[in-house]
């Protein structure tokens, strides 16, 4: 089966998932370094939904009452008939709420993997290296210290959120241009989010290589279409509520077993055998 998907890389990419599951299943003791991480996201999962859920039902009623208002005033002097208006707000208001559950499915899982792969790194780091050892038989670490992996992890983070704000805005303000401007933004904003998706699941095997954040970047888009598949298959899998606590830590690893089959053979091999 693998032979054949490899063929196919968007199909490929987007079986590492389940790949990941089938190494977990074969080796029983790698479920030890899930366990913390399962245990933090359940936590952070019941703040996260809860607080974003609350804040986002009020505004949506709040917006559905204005309207609702706006509508019994603009109608007050038209004729009866034209009250049917008042059933289309209870429409859209439905609609809004369909909406609004679907975004903060979205959002909330995204913030879930920025807190919780965070808070979890020192388990997942330790996952990704068993798992870089089964795939390949060896491990590599580029040590730099304490201190200065800290800073790494820091700008890390910065950059993200910098890559994030600079393509995000221009895209949001998009959706003010009807149809075209909509779909671009759209479109635009799948591809943003999987791209941070794909560098924080890749990103175990890259920093222990101390790639730069442009690198992580490069070897994100130079695995394409099997990163695409990869990160929209995990995408999907973080925005399922109560799944994604243990959704997260499967693509972890099966960010790391990527990285063994499609990216190390290519642009790592050499380096690795002239530094063994």
């Not at 933090?40 to 609702?68: H, K, P, R």
């Not at 175990?204 to 970047?217: G, V, Y």
């Amino acid at each position: 089966m693998r032979q054949v998907l490899s063929g196919f890389g968007f199909l490929s990419g987007a079986s590492y998932p389940f790949r990941a599951l089938a190494v977990f299943r074969r080796t029983p003791r790698l479920w030890g370094y899930l366990i913390v991480p399962i245990l933090l996201n359940f936590f952070l999962g019941i703040i996260l939904y809860a607080g974003s859920l609350y804040l986002g039902w009020q505004v949506v009623q709040d917006l559905i009452t204005y309207l609702s208002n706006w509508i019994d005033l603009l109608i007050a002097n038209l004729p009866a008939w034209l009250g049917i208006l008042e059933y289309l707000i209870v429409g859209l208001g439905f609609l809004l709420h369909l909406l609004l559950i679907i975004v903060l499915f979205i959002v909330t899982g995204f913030l879930l993997i920025q807190v919780g792969v965070t808070l979890g790194a020192p388990w997942y780091g330790k996952l990704s290296e068993e798992l870089e050892k089964i795939r390949t038989g060896k491990l590599q670490v580029i040590e730099v210290g304490i201190f200065r992996d800290i800073g790494r992890a820091i700008l890390f983070e910065l950059k993200k959120l910098v890559l994030l704000v600079c393509i995000g805005i221009p895209l949001f303000l998009l959706n003010f241009l009807p149809g075209v401007g909509t779909a671009i933004s759209t479109v635009g904003g799948i591809i943003l989010t999987g791209t941070i998706v794909c560098l924080d699941f890749l990103d175990a095997p890259l920093e222990r290589r101390r790639l730069s954040f442009r690198d992580k970047l490069s070897v994100v888009f130079g695995s394409l279409p099997a990163s695409a598949g990869f990160s929209l298959v995990c995408l999907g899998l973080i925005s399922i509520p109560l799944v994604n606590l243990v959704t997260i830590p499967l693509c972890v690893a099966s960010g790391t077993l990527f990285f063994c089959d499609r990216i190390l053979p290519k642009r790592f091999r050499s380096v690795d055998n002239a530094k063994g």
